[in-house]
């Protein structure tokens, strides 16, 4: 890295320490423009998680991946207890905020709960949000609310904070959030876990997605926790243990080629035949991604499948569909011996960086696609931890 990448990165860092964030934002970017250059892009600037509705025209302006070195943990020392606080009570359910504090790490939710009493304990689906996003604007464009009141469950919404990312994303692409017991993926697990106690759900049927980042860090929480998760949805994702820094991070979304850490320690770049050497993953997996993805290169989510499927023999069932609104797709399905379904592959064809069949009320949707929120939920509901 040359001499003025360190220093913009430098003087990132001591702008979001002293809280100037949106001159940190603007230091970070002159960082990208500078890198980009290196990268070989098909653009002329690095774009990470761009703000907007791919069915409305999304804004081709990027929002900035963190460098390395500019991603900070908070030392709040919150009530390690959640504390949740009404805000919209009534015949709709309720949507309420809180706060989790796990270790070091302090991080805010919302969670919805639906109107009247069940009979059993209710599920609870965790959704992970993707970059720029905050939990209403990803609730009001996957829709999962108004499931989640037809079918009767939970849905718990873990935010991101600015302290930890100026651009709100899940630090997926940091050694220190990418395994059990450390960073992010214990704190979700904590805040989850709490979430099932005091509300009283039912622990054999707690299920984790995201879009995009959020997408990669349900990978690696699914991954280390597969004790809690029954099954996880992962919407323009990438798999686990995909990049380890910030240029390892902007290679796999741009080409999908990982790189993968070494028994000697090292890295080496990977593809996808070489599934052995990846991080397994146990849990029950959906997959969407769009073809035309120019943010994160559709082959992560074969890639994420691959990590399900290890070097197991026997190829998927494949069947070609089209959506109400005239959305082509191939779905690709992988079962266990025991006849259910271990993995489901949607590519969606013509779609970008979006959640497919999404709302135009949130950020990053097209709604000509299958409806991905109504797919994953019926893939859960057919797992059990």
Partial sequence: MNNTLQNLMREARQLTQAGQLNEATAAIQRALRGASAGYGAETDSVKAWPRGSASGGASAAASPLVLEGCVFE??????????????APGGAGEFTSGSHTHGTLTRRFKLYTPPGQSDRPMPLVVMLHGCTQTPDDFAAGTGMNQRAREQGFCVLYPEQSQDANPSLCWNW?????????????????SMTQAVVQQQGLD?????????????AMATIVAAAYPEIFAAVGVHSGLPTGAA????????VMRSGELSIVTRGGGRGAGTATKASQRPRTTVPTIVFHGDQDTTVHPRNGEQVIAAVMGGSAGGPRVEQGVSAR???YTRSTR???????????????????????GRAEGSYTDGS?????????????????
């Fill in 74 to 87: 908070t030392d709040a020392q919150a009530p390690a207890a959640t504390e949740t606080r009404t805000e």
């Fill in 173 to 189: 692409f940091e050694h220190n959030h990418q395994q059990r017991g450390r960073g992010e993926p214990a704190l979700i697990a």
């Fill in 203 to 215: 622990p054999r049927r707690v299920f984790i997605a995201g879009l995009s980042a959020g997408g």
């Fill in 244 to 251: 380890s820094n910030v240029s390892e991070a902007f290679m």
């Fill in 326 to 328: 005239g959305r082509r």
């Fill in 335 to 357: 079962h266990a011996d025991h006849g259910r379904a271990l993995t489901e592959h949607w590519l969606v064809h013509g779609t970008g960086h979006a959640w497919s069949g």
């Fill in 369 to 385: 696609g299958p409806d991905a929120t109504l797919e994953m939920l019926r893939f859960f509901f057919e797992q059990r931890a």
